[in-house]
């Protein structure tokens, strides 16, 4: 059974640094790891899709990086701004063999992040 | 209307209410989610559709009961639920180049905005 696990819980940083946020995982068997970013009372917003052949994957100030062997992605924002301040959440997508061999997408619990101005 | 849609924003609901939520789509996609996130838990999925057959179930109360009329819309149908049923739904599209079968096909999932259910 496929756990992903996201920590620090919460994180806050001062506006400008350059931050790592880490989401691991124990299925190494991922067809795709995704990043979100979910704002307080929104959805959730996806930011980045690495698929299992990619190591890396980037967009502006964003970028997400994976590791199967070692169970890990992490998420490294640039230059960090106080609109980044949100939850963000990481999903591995797996194949399900309690359930016929569907595919099933596992997300860790979040890390919230406050960006002090 | 752009990407994923859903209403109402927010509902508040007794245990003895039926009530539906609704989901709409407009990217042309072909595989439509139901999600659960509730508060200090990893977001749960409950419901897959797939060219609008239903192709995953995760264990979901019959409480709660889906409908996909068609490949643009989602329905949730809510019926005497209970206080630890209080939680955003989040619903989802993602276009499936496969028939039946694989149901993520390993393509990004667009989220709508989510429906704050808080049932008294």
């Known amino acids: 059974k496929q756990e992903v696990t996201q920590i620090p819980a919460a994180l806050s940083v001062p506006e400008g640094e350059n931050l790592v946020l880490n989401c691991s995982f124990t299925?190494?068997?991922?067809?795709?790891l995704q990043w979100f970013r979910q704002d307080p009372g929104k959805g959730l917003t996806s930011l980045l899709l690495?698929?299992?052949?990619?190591r890396e994957q980037t967009s502006g100030r964003l970028n997400a990086s994976l590791d199967k062997s070692s169970g890990r992605s992490t998420l490294y924002i640039a230059a960090s701004q106080p609109g980044d301040s949100a939850t963000y959440l990481c999903?591995?997508?797996?194949?399900?063999?309690?359930?016929?061999?569907?595919?099933?997408?596992?997300f860790g619990t979040g890390t919230r992040l406050t960006i002090i101005p | 209307e752009t990407g994923v849609t859903q209403t109402p924003r927010h509902l508040v609901m007794g245990m003895t209410n039926k009530k539906s939520l609704k989901c709409e789509q407009h990217?042309?996609?072909?595989?439509m989610y139901w999600y659960k996130q509730s508060a200090k838990k990893p977001l749960e999925l409950m419901f897959v559709?797939?060219?609008?057959?239903?192709?995953e179930n995760n264990s979901v109360p019959s409480r709660f009961s889906p409908e996909c009329p068609n490949s643009s819309h989602l329905f949730l149908h809510l019926h005497t639920l209970q206080p630890e049923d209080s939680a955003l739904y989040l619903c989802?599209?993602?276009?499936?180049?496969?028939?039946?079968?694989?149901?993520?096909?390993?393509?990004?999932?667009?989220f709508g905005p989510g429906t704050r259910l808080t049932v008294l």
């Open positions: 989802a599209s993602s276009q499936d180049p496969g028939a039946g079968g694989a149901i993520f096909s390993y393509n990004e999932q667009f």
């Open positions: 299925d190494s068997a991922i067809y795709n």
């Open positions: 690495i698929q299992s052949s990619q």
């Open positions: 999903a591995a997508l797996t194949q399900d063999i309690s359930n016929f061999g569907n595919e099933k997408l596992t």
């Open positions: 990217l042309g996609h072909n595989a």
């Open positions: 559709y797939s060219l609008e057959e239903r192709v």
